[in-house]
């Protein structure tokens, strides 16, 4: 995803974008081996979906006509955390529900509907092509998959949107250029996916639900409507706390969660699928605004900058967002772009990045600083579910930050402070089951 948001914006710029893909293009949309995660849950926050109607105008139509939906998140949505359930109501919080094998095949379809993009399918990328007198890169070798020895592709700029497991970094040392500080937090996340048949009577009026990870369990569970009459449910939690991959296993962990909507349906839904597990050991930021001295010619983007904690569903929607930044950096011409790109990107990522850490490092399994600041957030919030059990206007206050549409310090605006005081005297609304697990809770 974040390889075709670049190539649709430099397809603006450029005489020819190449992109280079080590899958094959699937002629239907199943989940292909380079996004491991494409069989899971997957969310496209409201900036995200605001941003790719700017990127694809129109784009919502195809989404809807795939089978996907469009709709009020707040109002459509069960969203449970820090042991309350947010109160729903009408908002201007809009999003997709869609599977990620189906969306991306949407933004592939309209990148390479351009006249100047083309796809060089079953591709390795090898190496950057470096003229050190030139102080750039100037291409890329690649190797066909397929049979065929290594070949050359020229370039005026190469943007590597490999993914988390970009070789960039490498690159670098081999060119003689210092290598960007890495920060990592690991939560070692763990959870199993199942797709069932959607039925009508299947939780009225909501398309999805979002048991966040919180105390005392720590255990996650989201249920989101698909593209082909479908649920798509992920249960996990952290320190590899999966779900069993056999059926009752499986029930009892989606029985032992703090809501019991997730259970109710799939314990007489047809299952579609497998179970099917994923692992995420640590989210990982690489500050290459940081560096000194990079090669002209050269970019890093998406997931290959930053990888985040993926149960809060942020990738995507950073990675537009990336796009709209390369976009701005684009109109300045001359040398010296990936200082403008890396030290916007950067500000780009901080907001995200520090909402996914910090609602991280409210579980004490995972490692890492907590200076006061995240204590207190963290100890707001808690009071801000609280309160929003009984009040739509904080439900939508902290939707709105979580969904990239607002910075933090909005939900700490006076007005909703006072409401988040005045709401203290709610009782929160635990939905602990009868699991072994949670008879004590």
Same mark, same amino acid.
């Given at each position: 995803m974040a390889g075709l948001l670049a190539a649709r914006v430099l397809a603006e710029r450029y005489a020819t974008v190449t992109i280079v893909e080590r899958d094959g293009l699937l002629e239907r949309n199943d989940p292909r081996k380079g996004v491991p995660q494409g069989r899971h849950a997957h969310g496209l926050l409201a900036r995200g979906s605001r941003t790719l109607e700017l990127l694809f105008p129109g784009i919502r139509d195809d989404i809807v006509a795939a089978g996907g939906k469009y709709g009020d998140i707040v109002d459509t949505a069960i969203w449970h955390n820090f042991g309350c359930t947010l109160m729903s109501g009408p908002s201007d919080i809009y999003g997709y529900l869609i599977s990620r094998p189906t969306l991306e095949d949407i933004v592939r379809r309209r990148t390479t509907a351009l006249d100047n993009v083309r796809v060089l399918a079953r591709t390795e990328a090898i190496m950057p092509i470096y003229d050190a007198r030139l102080g750039r890169v100037t291409g890329l070798t690649v190797k066909a998959l397929d049979g065929g020895g290594e070949t050359n592709i020229d370039a005026d700029l190469l943007v590597d949107a490999s993914g988390r497991g970009s070789r960039a970094s490498n690159w670098l040392a081999e060119l003689g250029f210092a290598q960007p500080k890495e920060e990592i937090v690991e939560v070692n996340i763990s959870y199993m996916t199942r797709l069932y048949r959607r039925r009508p009577d299947h939780v009225p009026g909501k398309d999805a639900?979002?048991?966040?990870?919180?105390?005392?369990?720590?255990?996650? #569970?989201?249920?989101?409507?698909?593209?082909?009459? =479908?649920?798509?449910?992920?249960?996990?939690?952290?320190?590899?706390? =999966?779900?069993?991959?056999?059926? &009752?296993?499986?029930?009892?962990?989606?029985?032992g969660l703090q809501r019991r909507e997730i259970y109710d349906v799939i314990k007489d839904a047809e299952p579609?699928?497998?179970? @099917?597990?994923?692992?995420?050991?640590?989210?990982?930021?690489?500050?290459?605004?940081?560096?000194? !001295?990079?090669?002209?010619?050269?970019?890093?983007?998406?997931?290959?900058?930053?990888?985040? /904690?993926?149960?809060?569903?942020?990738?995507?929607?950073?990675?537009?967002?990336? &796009?709209?930044?390369?976009?701005?950096?684009?109109? /300045?011409?001359?040398?010296?772009?990936?200082?403008?790109?890396?030290?916007? @990107?950067?500000?780009?990522?901080?907001?995200?990045?520090?909402?996914?850490? #910090?609602?991280?490092?409210?579980?004490?399994?995972?490692?890492?600083? !907590?200076?006061?600041?995240? !204590?207190?957030?963290?100890?707001?919030?808690?009071?801000?579910?609280?309160?929003?059990?009984?009040?739509?206007?904080?439900?939508?206050?902290?939707?709105?930050?979580?969904?990239?549409?607002?910075?933090?310090?909005?939900?700490?605006?006076?007005?909703? &402070?006072?409401?988040?005081? =005045?709401?203290?005297?709610?009782?929160?609304?635990?939905?602990?089951? @009868?699991?072994? !697990?949670?008879? @004590?809770?």
């Open positions: 639900v979002i048991i966040a990870a919180s105390a005392p369990d720590w255990r996650l #569970g989201v249920m989101l409507a698909q593209d082909g009459d =479908r649920w798509i449910v992920t249960l996990g939690g952290y320190q590899g706390d =999966r779900a069993p991959s056999d059926d &009752a296993g499986y029930l009892a962990f989606a029985r579609l699928s497998d179970p @099917t597990p994923y692992g995420f050991p640590a989210s990982r930021r690489r500050h290459y605004e940081q560096l000194t !001295r990079f090669p002209e010619g050269f970019l890093v983007f998406g997931d290959a900058l930053c990888s985040f /904690n993926p149960i809060y569903g942020q990738g995507m929607s950073v990675a537009s967002m990336e &796009a709209l930044t390369l976009r701005d950096c684009l109109e /300045n011409s001359g040398e010296g772009l990936w200082q403008r790109f890396f030290k916007s @990107t950067a500000k780009v990522i901080d907001v995200p990045w520090q909402i996914a850490v #910090g609602a991280d490092l409210a579980n004490p399994a995972v490692q890492g600083a !907590r200076p006061l600041p995240v !204590r207190f957030i963290n100890w707001y919030l808690a009071r801000l579910h609280r309160a929003a059990q009984k009040d739509a206007s904080l439900s939508i206050a902290f939707l709105q930050v979580a969904n990239l549409l607002k910075s933090p310090p909005s939900i700490f605006a006076p007005r909703l &402070a006072y409401l988040v005081w =005045r709401g203290q005297t709610a009782a929160p609304e635990l939905h602990h089951a @009868t699991s072994p !697990r949670h008879a @004590t809770n």
